[in-house]
């Protein structure tokens, strides 16, 4: 079934970076498009940003565009995400989300999540 | 962006209740409709995928329905471990949206 183990996240003022990872394993990772979701206090699901199972194709959602970038390294089975010039507003628990689709046929829904790891952006 | 809107926004059950959970696309999303459930503090768990079909593993008093706009989560006699927030998401377009949550109480 497989496991994604997200880490990097902490306490940070508005304006800095910090770069989150996603170690994934038990499933064939460079195989699948990787999702970035992430989840404000009490608050519901944002999609944030996704890569191809080959890191070429990426998306993003417009609020994080410019400032998010998405990488991965398929021999080390790694995802990261590096947030540049953080807001307030990017204070959330963010997932790291395998895609349920396989190669050239992303669906775009998520199958297996990480626990998360908490962003929180002090202003 | 195509909005996602979940009715109720939250919703008192008892064990053994039908409930019914619907989900309205701002556009025609064909069946690219998925259903997930959240309980506190944990990850989201994909329920169903394509609208309408059950992702393996998920017990089958969980079932999915609907295309177009219009689509229904029901859950046909609501057993403890139920009572959790449960989101759709459109997977027709990026940004991929979800609806605003309905929590099952």
């Known amino acids: 079934q497989g496991q994604l183990v997200e880490s990097g996240g902490g306490v940070v003022q508005a304006g800095t970076s910090l770069r989150l990872s996603c170690a994934a394993s038990g499933f064939s990772f460079s195989d699948y498009a990787i999702h970035w979701v992430r989840q404000a206090p009490g608050k519901g699901l944002e999609w944030v940003t996704m890569?191809?199972?080959?890191?070429?194709?990426?998306d993003y959602a417009d609020s994080v565009k410019g400032r998010f970038t998405i990488s991965r390294d398929n021999s080390k089975n790694t995802l990261s995400l590096q947030m540049n010039n953080l807001r307030a507003e990017d204070t959330a628990v963010y997932y790291c989300a395998k895609d349920r689709g396989r190669r050239r046929l992303p669906q775009n829904a998520f199958d297996l999540w990480g626990q998360g790891t908490m962003v929180t952006v002090s202003s | 962006d195509i909005q996602m809107t979940q009715s109720p926004a939250s919703l008192s059950a008892s064990v053994g209740d039908r409930v019914i959970i619907t989900c309205r696309a701002g556009q025609t999303i064909s069946t690219y409709l998925y259903w997930y459930q959240q309980k506190p503090g944990k990850a989201p768990n994909l329920l169903i995928y394509?609208?309408?079909f059950l992702q393996s593993g998920v017990p089958s008093r969980f079932s999915g329905s609907g295309a177009g706009t219009d689509f229904t989560l029901t859950i046909s006699s609501l057993q403890p471990e139920d009572f959790a927030t449960y989101y759709c998401q459109q997977s027709y377009t990026p940004p991929f949206t979800f609806g605003q949550g309905t929590r099952l109480e």
């Open positions: 394509a609208a309408s």
């Open positions: 890569i191809w199972y080959d890191g070429i194709n990426k």
